[in-house]
């Protein structure tokens, strides 16, 4: 069996829940995981990590979904949240039945500590739990089962922070009750419940509002083409991930005139990151002009944090917009400190740092039916 895992940072804890995930199904089966998790962001990261693995990565048997508490950070605040979510869903299974049709789409809902009993109202985890039954899709409902098992009362163990669930007791129970349900779709494959992916999308395009919307994925290496001034590619390696870039430095500015409207914008951010200077002109007359923080806050001096920002979010509450033709220009200031809006979990650059320049891994780009 190979399992690709589309996750936050629950999903890359060291003997997390896919520690015994593996250690469970090793006695049932041969197991290949492929990860391509990003903790710290949304579900859009996942659009970009199949797009920019897709031809290294073989067909898996099952995709396992876990954004439910990125979401939830990142769009129960907003007025739009369930809206936005729903636009992610749609472009990630688009994305995902394109490249791997056969699969089977398994999301996994885990739980922030304050949503953790059931009877907490969530209106995010709501409207999750109906798009899936709406798609025919059978979720591993976390939040529910433990919420179930514990009597609404999470132990004092359970949790490590807000956020992740402690390792290695909680995320045991979490990592075997998972693997015994994929278990359980497996041996269903192809009923109701455990059908391909193929077919959820059929599904989904039959009903969504968002059916006709299309999306490009333009990556580090083709955007060099619409910059002036210097950059630099690059490739950048950690334990998780391989990522190409392409280096803004001090001076470069990249301008692209588009038929499509950039949804998101995907960094390699570190610590020598600080600001660009983003100007939008879209076709209905609306402009954007922003001096936009490119810090992740994560990122330290020897690390860096695969990030996205969502553009819209920094003007609107929600993510969908009229995805109009437009005219987006990103410029390097040849000055730090400039930073004056910042998505979440982005701030301005650190101090002391000499050099400062910007690394764009990819682009997100979408269009509406005509």
Request: hydrophobic letters at 45%.
């Amino acid at each position: 069996m190979r399992i690709l895992i589309l996750g936050g940072s629950n999903s890359l804890l060291r003997d997390g829940y896919v520690t015994q995930l593996r250690n469970s199904l090793q006695h049932y089966t041969a197991l290949d995981i492929v990860q391509l998790s990003v903790g710290a962001t949304s579900s859009l990261a996942a659009v970009a990590r199949l797009h920019e693995t897709a031809g290294s990565t073989p067909a898996p048997d099952v995709i396992l979904y876990e954004y439910a508490i990125n979401d939830s950070g990142h769009f129960s605040p907003r007025a739009g949240g369930i809206e936005s979510w729903q636009l992610c869903l749609y472009l990630l299974l688009k994305t995902a039945a394109r490249l791997y049709p056969d699969a089977l789409f398994v999301p996994l809902i885990l739980a922030q500590q304050q949503h953790f009993a059931a009877s907490v109202p969530h209106a995010l985890y709501d409207a999750q739990r109906h798009s899936y039954a709406q798609l025919g899709l059978s979720c591993i409902d976390m939040r529910a089962q433990l919420s179930a098992l514990f009597l609404q009362y999470a132990p004092d163990w359970l949790y490590s922070d807000s956020a992740h669930y402690a390792v290695p007791q909680a995320s045991s129970i979490v990592g075997a009750l998972v693997a015994q349900q994929l278990l359980g779709l497996l041996a269903r494959r192809g009923q109701p419940g455990a059908e391909a992916l193929a077919q959820v999308w059929q599904r989904l395009q039959a009903s969504s509002p968002l059916a006709g919307i299309e999306l490009v994925y333009v990556p580090a290496q083709a955007l060099q083409a619409y910059v002036t001034g210097p950059c630099q590619p690059g490739r950048a390696e950690n334990r998780l991930m391989a990522l190409d870039y392409l280096r803004l430095l001090p001076g470069s500015r990249l301008e692209l005139n588009s038929v499509m409207y950039p949804l998101a914008l995907f960094l390699k951010s570190d610590a020598r990151h600080d600001w660009l200077q983003l100007e939008l002109q879209v076709a209905d007359g609306s402009t954007h002009a922003l001096a936009l923080a490119t810090r992740h806050i994560d990122a330290g001096p020897h690390n860096f944090i695969h990030a996205n920002i969502p553009l819209p979010l920094l003007w609107s509450e929600s993510l969908c917009t009229p995805y109009l033709p437009t005219r987006l220009a990103l410029t390097m200031p040849l000055q730090r400190g400039g930073a004056q809006t910042g998505f979440d979990c982005f701030g301005a650059g650190l101090p002391g740092v000499a050099e400062h320049y910007c690394d764009l891994t990819g682009l997100l780009m979408l269009s509406q039916p005509a």
